[in-house]
Structures are given as C-alpha cells and as structure tokens.
C-alpha cells in the first residue's frame, strides 16, 4: 500500500539549532515528493518538491530536501531555524502521473526563541 | 492572483443533516482535489477531478459523500446524514493540469463540526 512515514511527531528546538525532519514513503513506481508547511492559522502551502533531476533540492526560507532513492527517503534539513519556523510541516508523495497526494502524519515543529 | 477559495469558512451543524462545501479553484486549473485534515486521521484525500475525465473518488469514506464539479471550475463536496466522525477540515487544493511534479495550491478550508 502506499505510505509516507513521518517519524517525528513533536520536535521542540531552539533558535539556531539545526533541523532534520524524516520522511520515509512506500510508493511503486516513478514518484514525485513534496513538502508542504503550515504556519498557525494560514494554508497550506508548498516548501520544496522533487520531480526529477538533482536529488538535492531547495526551498523557500533556507530549506532544503534530499531524495535517497535506496533509502526511500526524503528528509527536510534547514541549517539554523528560526522561532518563525514554528508550524506543521507535511511529506507528502504522488505518482509521476499525478493525481492525489499521500501525505504523511505531519511534524510539528516549535522554535523556542 | 486569486487562490483558492472556500466556503463557507466555518460550518456547525447537527447529526444527520446535510452539508455543502464549496471550492473555488483558481482560474485556469483543470485539476481540483479534495482533502479532509483530523486530528486522528492526519491530512486524507477524498477525490480528485482532472478535466473531462472520470473523478477519482478513491478516497471517499463512504456513499454519504459525493462531489461535482460544474463547467471544470467551481466543485462542491456534499456529505449526507452527517454524522461526529465528519467533524473535520476540508480543504480544496487546485493545480495547472494534474501532471506528475505540479505543486497542489491549497485553500483555507472549511472547518466542519457535527454536533
């Protein structure tokens, strides 16, 4: 079945410290990846994707995401967070065709300053 | 431009009634997409139109639940004979064509709350 494992649930940082959030997923096939963030009280919207190409792609507001291919993965690095990363942040996988996203459990991430 | 948009933005309501939930997707995306996001259930994909073709309706969780999409644009989700475990966020995502590697725009959602 298709699946996108988030193995942290809660992660509390301070200022400056440097993040690494887990995503693993479980998807046949030619797949696209995606992170997605939400800010308390906004949308939804979009971090970073892979589709093809570098493995090691970059996002808004510093981050950036390395797709593993053998190891599954997709995990989302910043190097020195901020208490305006406090949010939800969501793996997320679809198939190259498209269509529906398999999200993850989400991560909530909290910058003390 | 516009984004996405949804409403109403809140709807409470009592068990067994009907409900409508309306997207507005933003001009010129052929490909539509609803969500439901719960604390227990995390962010779950209900279904799917792309054009012309057949919806995807893979993801709904049961026959009370049905969604149209009138002259590829706006979409309404319809949940019947309400029932607690509705109680949820709806969300509506939008995107250019559906293909492979296109970021899903989402809206703000509706908040559903079955009492």
């Known amino acids: 079945a298709q699946s996108v494992s988030q193995h942290n649930h809660h992660v509390i940082l301070s200022e400056a410290a440097s993040l690494e959030l887990g995503c693993n997923y479980s998807?046949?096939?030619?797949?696209?990846l995606f992170w997605y963030v939400q800010y308390p009280g906004q949308h939804l919207q979009l971090l970073l994707k892979?589709?093809?190409?570098?493995?090691l792609v970059k996002g808004i507001k510093g981050f950036e995401a390395e797709f593993i291919k053998s190891k599954f993965s997709f995990n989302l690095r910043k190097p020195s967070v901020q208490w305006s990363d406090t949010a939800e942040y969501f793996c997320?996988?679809?198939?190259?065709?498209?269509?529906?996203?398999?999200f993850g459990q989400g991560t909530e991430l909290s910058v003390k300053p | 431009g516009a984004g996405v948009s949804q409403s109403p933005s809140n709807k409470v309501t009592e068990k067994g009634k009907d409900v409508e939930l309306r997207c507005d997707p933003i001009?010129?995306?052929?490909?539509l997409y609803w969500y439901r996001q719960s604390l227990g259930q995390g962010l779950e994909f209900l279904i799917y139109?792309?054009?012309?073709?057949?919806?995807?309706k893979s993801g709904l969780p049961s026959d009370r639940f049905s969604a149209e999409r009138t002259g590829g644009s706006v979409s309404t989700l319809t949940i019947q004979r309400t029932q607690q475990e509705d109680s949820a966020v709806y969300l509506c995502?939008?995107?250019?064509?559906?293909?492979?590697?296109?970021?899903?725009?989402f809206g703000p959602g509706t908040r559903l709350l079955v009492l």
């Open positions: 995502a939008s995107s250019l064509a559906g293909r492979g590697g296109e970021t899903q725009y």
């Open positions: 998807y046949g096939g030619t797949v696209n």
């Open positions: 892979y589709f093809s190409g570098d493995p």
């Open positions: 997320a996988v679809n198939s190259n065709q498209g269509g529906k996203l398999i």
């Open positions: 001009s010129g995306h052929t490909a």
């Open positions: 139109f792309q054009g012309n073709s057949a919806p995807d």
